[in-house]
């Protein structure tokens, strides 16, 4: 059944608010993080993969990355990485090159370790039973 | 007259693409998962689609941030998946149905909505994986392709209230479509997941179970919310709500639920299945 208010406006709230621990990645972020996701976004190509793998400084020049995106890489810090403007949809491509699951970058980023970081996953089974 | 047999809606995990490449869905970490698949397979063989809408998001493997579309769909006679960075194997190309995608695009635009429009476009696991599950032994798709991608990615997102809308106006679009085809909708992604931040790891069972119930009976409870609200709720990647939100609003007539599953964790996140049966209004 639908209630009769479901034809009316969406209640207007501000376009952006905080989120705890929660990066958006709006149109200032996307500005900034724009060297660093097209790196990634490169990485798409199997030959671009390589070619960081080979010369990470030479592969990092080519795509003009900010000191900051370049810290970020060279120290595999994730969230330094999200404050320089990446996106995660597109550092998951890097983090592969990294040899690194998306329960790795979860911990990294919590703080945790991945053990505890999959067994807190794990956790919420007993929310569903 | 063409006929909307219902909406498949199911999370796209990439790891399910590895653990399908891998035949491990008997294992007791996937079982639990794949457990949902068969009372789909089911209902599929009674319902018979020969094309498939789908409302998917695009991961980084079609669309960069040089151009983002908040709403694309696809008008090409075949569409291909790629290598998505990770080296995976690739997923079986797609047959399109271009003159039923410029039907859509034609009654989109009519309707004052303003779609990216694309013959050349990839289709990333979000939409891939969805069909694997649900056409596990197929040599070739069963079904001929629409996609329709939303922007997830990059904020601002549409409202949920829009992409409610954009489904309802596919419905119709699909409903004054005069072949004889059977179509199926599918909304991938989801339930609640969050890859990105301190809060990396969140899962939001209750608010999951919340979105089970209502997106049948009542979606437009749903479209209330806005997107960061969804976010709040069901973490960052849980906004691929979107993509279930437009599909339900393609199910024009009497839904009817046929199944669901919901099992936690599949990678990071609460993943979902459920089916939902469309039963066409009888004219008067």
Known sequence: MTSPAASGPAPRRPLSRTIPGTPIFDGAAATQGYALNAMCFSFNDPANREAFRADEDAYCDRFDLTPQQRRAVKDRDILGMIAAGGNIYYLAKLAGIFGLSVQDVGAAQTGMSVEAFKAALLAHQEETA | ?284
């Open chain 2, 1 to 284: 007259m063409s006929t909307i047999v219902g909406g498949i809606f199911t999370s796209h995990v990439p790891a399910i693409g590895a653990a399908i490449a891998k035949g491990v869905q008997q294992e007791p970490y996937w079982k639990p998962f794949f457990d949902g698949f068969p009372p789909v397979h089911r209902w599929l063989e009674q319902a018979k689609p020969d094309v498939a809408v789908v409302f998917y998001n695009d991961h980084g493997l079609n669309f960069f941030l040089d151009k983002m579309p908040t709403f694309a769909v696809g008008a090409a006679p075949r569409y291909e998946n790629a290598d998505e960075g990770w080296g995976l194997p690739l997923f079986k190309p797609f047959e399109g149905a271009p003159d039923l995608s410029w039907h859509i695009i034609d009654h989109l635009v009519g309707s004052d909505f303003d779609p990216t429009t694309c013959q050349q476009m990839l289709v990333d696991h979000s939409l891939a994986i969805p069909f694997e599950l649900c056409w596990p032994e197929a040599a070739a798709w069963p079904v001929k392709l629409v996609p329709i991608a939303i922007n997830t990615v990059q904020h601002p997102l549409p409202s949920p209230r829009r992409c409610l809308a954009l489904g309802r106006a596919v419905g119709a679009a699909l409903e004054s479509w005069d072949g004889p085809e059977r179509i199926v909708i599918l909304g991938t992604g989801g339930l609640s997941h969050q890859l990105d931040g301190e809060r990396a790891g969140f899962i939001n069972t209750a608010y999951d179970r919340h979105c089970l119930d209502t997106l049948g009976p009542d979606p437009d409870t749903l479209a209330r919310q806005d997107a960061l609200d969804i976010i709040e709720q069901a973490g960052s990647q849980g906004v691929e709500l979107l993509n279930w939100i437009a599909a339900r609003g393609a199910l024009t007539g009497r839904v009817e639920e046929v199944t669901r599953n919901y099992h936690v964790p599949i990678s990071n996140t609460a993943a979902a299945t459920m089916v939902l049966a469309n039963e066409a209004p009888v004219p008067a």
